[in-house]
């Protein structure tokens, strides 16, 4: 079985060192894949409050003024009265509240709102996903950095020592106590430790402007940052037999955030086909009104009203099988 590693800082909290928590919270406060991830997340969210709100009723303020060419009846006629014949007036006011409800529709709105919620869920699975692949690139790159300044370090202490060889061999060629090919061998193996620095130095000058990228720190702050040390730490278990393994497997596939997104969306999918199924039914409404009429010189009389309405759309362009297909497209996608 792989051994599990796991990442931890020797060193206390050190200000004047970048540290990787550090690093860390920089890169999930402001990269902007996790952001993108986060805005993502707040839109599905929104999207399931729009959802829910339309399984609640409308109630609206309405006004309006209407100027006619010729007289117009203030008032509607609910009867003729020859002692009281009815107001004419070019101009009419209206103003009332009124209250619109569809009460069933076979689920329709109750499909939209789980696929929304499923997908408000994936939302929020694909954000832990981008943190978690923030993260592991941004450990990636600082260690990265680290390692490469190692290896710098210890290219400096070769060509430290390749130095002092070749002062010592140019002693000894000097006083006839060597043969030249060995000061042309130190001379080389010298030159391949400064064509290597020169790589490792380029390396390290990557890696550093990756890990500046990715926590959003300047460039010249990490270049002149220390590091924190870091080490290895196996926290694997010794057993190994396959009840373990199945363990870890089931583990793994309930904790993974990609897995979970799918499931999500598959969910979605699912609701949204059972809401594209609904609109082959018809929808059953209510609605109310308090309605005030009058004219600019005044006499305004005021009424309710209340009914209840059956709509089914006998023709719409092929929109609803449209719909279906879609929708079952997206199912079996997600799937």
């Known amino acids: 079985m792989i051994p599990i590693l796991l990442l931890f800082a020797l060193a206390a909290q050190d200000t004047t060192r970048l540290t990787l928590g550090t690093t860390i919270e920089r890169a999930l406060g402001s990269y902007p894949t996790v952001a993108a991830?986060?805005?993502?997340?707040?839109?599905?969210?929104?999207?399931?409050?729009?959802?829910?709100?339309?399984?609640?009723?409308?109630?609206?303020?309405?006004?309006?003024?209407?100027?006619?060419?010729?007289?117009?009846?203030?008032?509607?006629?609910?009867?003729?009265?020859?002692?009281?014949?009815?107001?004419?007036?070019?101009?009419?006011?209206?103003?009332?509240?009124?209250?619109?409800?569809?009460?069933?529709?076979?689920?329709?709105?109750?499909?939209?709102?789980?696929?929304?919620?499923?997908?408000?869920?994936?939302?929020?699975?694909?954000?832990?996903?981008?943190?978690?692949?923030?993260?592991?690139?941004?450990?990636?790159?600082?260690?990265?950095?680290?390692?490469?300044?190692?290896?710098?370090?210890?290219?400096?202490?070769?060509?430290?020592?390749?130095?002092?060889?070749?002062?010592?061999?140019?002693?000894?060629?000097a006083e006839g106590k060597a043969a030249r090919v060995e000061g042309l061998r130190v001379d080389a193996e010298a030159k391949r430790a400064q064509a290597d620095r020169i790589a490792s130095a380029s390396q390290l000058e990557v890696a550093e402007h990756e890990l500046a990228q990715l926590s959003q720190t300047p460039y010249a702050t990490v270049h002149a940052s220390a590091l924190t040390e870091l080490r290895l730490v196996d926290t694997a278990a010794a057993d190994t037999s396959g009840a373990l393994r199945a363990a870890i497997i089931s583990r793994a596939r309930g904790s993974s955030t990609e897995l979970r997104e799918l499931e999500e969306r598959s969910r979605a999918a699912g609701a949204g086909l059972a809401a594209a199924k609904a609109t082959w039914f018809p929808e059953l409404r209510v609605s109310g009104a308090y309605i005030d009429r009058g004219r600019w010189a005044g006499d305004f009389a005021g009424e309710w009203q209340a009914g209840v309405s059956v709509s089914y759309p006998l023709f719409t362009g092929g929109s609803r099988v449209s719909g279906i297909r879609r929708a079952s497209a997206e199912q079996r996608a997600a799937n």
């Open 37 to 173: 991830a986060r805005a993502v997340r707040d839109r599905a969210a929104a999207e399931v409050g729009e959802a829910r709100a339309g399984r609640l009723p409308r109630i609206a303020l309405d006004g309006s003024l209407n100027r006619f060419q010729e007289p117009m009846v203030v008032l509607p006629l609910h009867g003729f009265d020859l002692r009281n014949p009815p107001l004419f007036d070019r101009t009419l006011i209206q103003s009332g509240v009124s209250l619109n409800w569809t009460i069933f529709d076979f689920g329709n709105r109750a499909a939209r709102v789980r696929a929304q919620r499923a997908l408000g869920s994936a939302a929020e699975a694909a954000l832990s996903t981008a943190e978690i692949q923030l993260v592991a690139r941004t450990v990636n790159a600082y260690l990265r950095v680290s390692t490469a300044r190692d290896v710098l370090l210890a290219q400096d202490q070769r060509l430290t020592a390749l130095a002092a060889a070749s002062n010592r061999m140019g002693q000894l060629l």
